[in-house]
């Protein structure tokens, strides 16, 4: 190429190879996972020269730079959140060795999100996108290119960032999870129009798919006449062979795949994970003396934004608890799944406080991180007998993968009020060596709960069909500094809760706060009750519990019980008591029966609905 030009210029007239996967092929060459591959620039700069040397003399003609995860964020996980501008500097010198003045030399920045739940501090990032940014341009890339981002709204903040420093190109590369649309649920051709919008000089995907997905991907979509088009797709699906994980894709089919990709118009070709010196090589000979082709959208293709038509819903046959909350006295009891194969007695107990006046059984999600039986199943048996169930789905069990599919199973069988908990850890249960996922938080969840209500999966991917989930978010009162429960309680408002559902309470002082204290939150709160079974439950419940605290009056009356008849009667009492003082503020109650005693919690719903009752002859 001789005196190198401005990348934009060259693309105008040629198509340009660009390298391919820098970390697996690492890792293809004996270094192990677990260390920071971006801090081998300074640790092992022979190993990296070495690299891009490799894909330079296979016909690359465009290297990046080693610093997919050279930011601040991602540095701190190895204690080298000092060194962000050192790396990215030397990353730069590294790379320009290799490529001289026949080669550019494009500064990688990757998505700080990286493929996690989609919450963050806006302004953090920009600091974290404009430091990394910046020590790429004063050590003299040619473009900045942005790379394996899943969500829309992440690269065009990088890209607010990043334009108003420099000229050099921009080229913004997303990662698609289902073909054709981001994570964060916006088609192509709008992606590729905001991109162009907000100032890039190119726009592609990279990451994730493979050639075939990729192209199936930029045939659908429109692309703005005045940007480049980019593809880096990885060496096909990930595998597991022999025991070992391997890409799929040969070079040669990346051979036949850089012509295809040619005829989309694209013109900075390259290769993502898994591709190696020899993928690159095998698309640089097919490419040779090739000139670029226009881009020619596909018919019928528009820029504006398009819309999924949704699947009409028939309407709820009864109102949701929110809705009948609002019009009268509405009692959620909460009765435990079994530990057991046998559900006889639980659905017993079912009938009973349906029976008695509950207008929803609400059932736990492994409660105490014990195994019990799936509340879904007993959920849809509740369903099919006219009982309205409220399941709990808590973030320890699943990954992202079964929290979708779960959900999507629940309004397949017509249960649709959920209550979003993180959930107890594994290792106070009974299979204390299991895992917690955690994969994301309560309030993560419930944003992606209300997302499958927009039509929209966790991935961005369209539903056809909107659910119509009514979530619900647990409230702790029993913590020292109150306000900030009540903030941590608006987070979850923020987030999309519907309703509110506390930890028991043991005395009207308290049940008299929360009320002052959640007034303003602007959503229905269901105070929680649970009758006390004797003296060492209350103890139990005292001073092992989580969120648990037990008045010292209420203590003393459980103390002088005698036996257990005694004791559940006096439980009982209390109880009652409680539920007359939350009813002077809630017109949301929430029982939680004990041990499977349904008869403590039936006999308090019965005096709830008696006490109504009076209350209504009184009033006429």
């Known amino acids: 190429m001789g005196e190198k030009r401005c990348l934009k210029e060259h693309l105008r007239e040629n198509l340009i190879v660009g390298d391919g996967a820098m970390a697996t092929y690492l890792y293809q060459q004996g270094v192990p996972v677990g260390l920071c591959y971006e801090e081998l620039c300074l640790t092992r700069p022979d190993l990296i020269l070495e690299v891009h040397r490799a894909y330079f003399e296979a016909g690359a003609r465009l290297l990046e730079t080693n610093t997919y995860g050279a930011n601040r964020e991602r540095l701190t996980r190895y204690g080298l959140e000092g060194k962000v501008t050192r790396i990215n500097r030397a990353a730069v010198r590294l790379a320009r060795e290799a490529a001289g003045n026949e080669a550019f030399v494009a500064g990688t920045i990757g998505s700080i999100l990286a493929g996690r739940v989609p919450r963050y501090d806006r302004d953090e990032y920009r600091d974290m996108y404009e430091e990394q940014a910046t020590a790429l341009?004063?050590?003299?890339?040619?473009?900045?290119?942005?790379?394996?981002?899943?969500?829309?709204?992440?690269?065009?903040?990088?890209?607010?960032?990043?334009?108003?420093?420099?000229?050099?190109?921009?080229?913004?590369?997303?990662?698609?999870?289902e073909v054709g649309r981001t994570r964060d649920g916006y088609p192509l051709t709008e992606a590729f129009r905001r991109l162009q919008e907000a100032g890039v000089d190119g726009v592609g995907l990279n990451c994730r798919l493979g050639p075939a997905e990729c192209l199936r991907s930029l045939e659908k979509a429109a692309v703005p006449e005045d940007v480049y088009l980019s593809a880096f797709p990885n060496a096909g699906r990930l595998g597991i062979t022999d025991g070992e994980y391997r890409y799929k894709s040969s070079p040669e089919y990346f051979r036949e795949s850089a012509l295809r990709l040619r005829e989309q118009g694209v013109r900075l070709i390259g290769g993502c994970c898994g591709t190696t010196p020899q993928h690159i090589r095998a698309m640089a000979e097919a490419l040779r003396g090739l000139s670029p082709l226009p881009r020619i959208n596909p018919e019928g293709a528009s820029l504006e934004r398009d819309s999924v038509p949704l699947a009409v819903q028939p309407p709820r046959k009864e109102p949701a608890i929110t809705e009948k909350v609002e019009a009268e006295r509405t009692v959620i009891v909460e009765y435990d799944p079994p530990r057991d194969l046998d559900i006889a007695r639980f659905l017993h107990g079912a009938t009973r406080l349906k029976e008695a006046g509950a207008d929803v059984i609400t059932l736990a999600d492994n409660s105490m991180a014990t195994a019990r039986m799936s509340n879904m199943a007993l959920g849809a048996i509740l369903k099919s007998r006219g009982i309205e169930p409220l399941v709990h789905v808590t973030c320890r069990d699943r990954n992202?993968?079964?929290?979708?599919?779960?959900?999507?199973g629940l309004w397949a069988l017509g249960i649709d009020q959920v209550l979003v908990v993180t959930g107890d850890p594994t290792r106070i249960g009974d299979l204390p060596g299991s895992s917690s996922v955690y994969d994301v938080s309560s309030f993560d969840l419930i944003r992606m709960v209300k997302q499958l209500n927009e039509g929209i999966s966790f991935s961005g991917k369209p539903l056809k069909q909107r659910a119509r989930f009514v979530v619900g978010a647990a409230f702790n009162p029993h913590v020292h500094n109150l306000e900030a429960a009540v903030r941590r309680l608006e987070k979850k408002v923020e987030a999309g809760a519907d309703f509110v559902m506390t930890q028991p309470v043991y005395d009207p002082e308290t049940i008299g706060r929360i009320h002052e204290a959640t007034r303003h939150v602007g959503i229905p709160v269901f105070i929680g009750i649970m009758p006390l079974t004797g003296f060492r439950n209350a103890l139990f419940l005292h001073n092992e519990v989580p969120g648990i605290k037990i008045a010292p009056e209420v203590m003393e009356r459980m103390r002088?019980?005698?036996?257990?008849?005694?004791?559940?009667?006096?439980?009982?009492?209390?109880?009652?008591?409680?539920?007359?003082?939350?009813?002077?503020?809630?017109?949301?109650?929430?029982?939680?029966?004990?041990?499977?005693?349904?008869?403590?919690?039936?006999?308090?719903?019965?005096?709830?609905?008696?006490?109504?009752?009076?209350?209504a002859v009184v009033g006429e």
């Open 400 to 408: 992202l993968i079964g929290q979708q599919s779960h959900l999507m």
């Open 560 to 615: 002088r019980c005698r036996g257990k008849e005694e004791s559940r009667r006096e439980g009982v009492a209390i109880a009652r008591e409680l539920v007359d003082a939350a009813l002077e503020h809630f017109r949301g109650i929430y029982l939680i029966t004990p041990f499977f005693h349904w008869r403590m919690t039936a006999e308090l719903t019965r005096h709830i609905r008696e006490r109504d009752r009076r209350h």
């Open 137 to 177: 341009l004063h050590a003299g890339a040619d473009a900045i290119l942005l790379e394996t981002f899943l969500d829309l709204e992440e690269l065009l903040l990088a890209v607010e960032v990043i334009r108003p420093l420099t000229e050099v190109p921009l080229i913004a590369q997303l990662a698609l999870i």
